[in-house]
């Protein structure tokens, strides 16, 4: 089977170290394998979008050399291939309406009591999917084996809202199956979605890809850097840099003579010495000070 990877941004904001190392990673992965990277604009969610994001986006990783094969998918067309997957769903059982508030959830303990809580076809309801009152378990290429009770963990979850907007698990899970993703390489801050995502494509009758997460990089204070935390938007500017500090993260370090050295040269020595990288232990890495990355 041929390598397929993707990177999946959402456009609340413009890309920041953070992102550039899971890209970058994913990027690698796919080329030191000889696969295909593919671009995804996980545009699902109107209200976070900021109007020019996406664009921006692109922009970033052509100036960093992360060139992608094929059009850019953008999930703002896909509702009706996502709203066929709910369809057949609630067909087979697997989903359910439902109407409970917050504020009844959180008197819940944010544990969804799963389909004795259903309520007849209603407009004026979300659609969650059931799950399982049983340990889930499979293989992460770099945390090991993951397991968790779904059911114990926030139980029954929103495939489709109340608003009609589709959710990230419903949607991510099917554009990797419909559009033949092998390998799924993320930060370790989407770990928990996985489990999730797994079992809707196991109700959907289709494949799951292979999943690795590697350590988010954190700031000194060991907050995740993020677009909602402020963190520095990347600056092609200083590309050569980041780069290689983001190689850097991910157990490489380019010998001196390289220091500087356009993307193209960074990049086109990153695919040879990809397969001799060590991901760090655990899930959360923190950026060496003398990095020097966010101002």
Known sequence: ??????????????????????????????????????????????????????????????QFGLEWDHSVIYQSQRHS??????????????????????????????????IRAAVDANADASIRLAVPDRELCYGDDIQGEVCNNLHNDGGAFVIRRRDGLFGYQLACALDDADDGITHVLRGADLLDSTLRQRWLLECLGRPAPHYAHLPVITDGRDTKLSKSGGSEALDP????????????????????????????????????????????PGRKQPLPAELKVES
């Open 1 to 62: 089977m041929t390598y397929r990877g993707r990177f999946a941004p959402t456009p609340s904001g413009p890309l920041h170290f953070g992102s550039l190392v899971a890209a970058l990673a994913s990027w690698l992965e796919a080329r030191a394998a000889g696969g295909e990277w593919l671009v995804r604009v996980d545009d699902l969610d109107p209200p976070r979008e900021v109007p020019g994001a996406a664009d921006t986006i692109l922009w970033q990783l052509e």
């Open 81 to 114: 291939a996502y709203q066929a997957a709910v369809d057949q769903l609630l067909e087979q059982g697997h989903a359910f309406y439902c109407t409970l508030t917050r504020k009844q959830l959180a008197a819940l303990d944010h544990n969804h009591p799963g």
């Open 237 to 280: 500017g200083r590309a050569s840099k980041l780069l290689s500090a983001a190689l850097y993260c991910m157990g490489l370090q380019p010998p001196k003579d390289l220091q500087g050295a356009p993307p193209a040269t960074l990049l086109e020595w990153g695919k040879v010495h990809y397969p001799e990288h060590h991901w760090p």
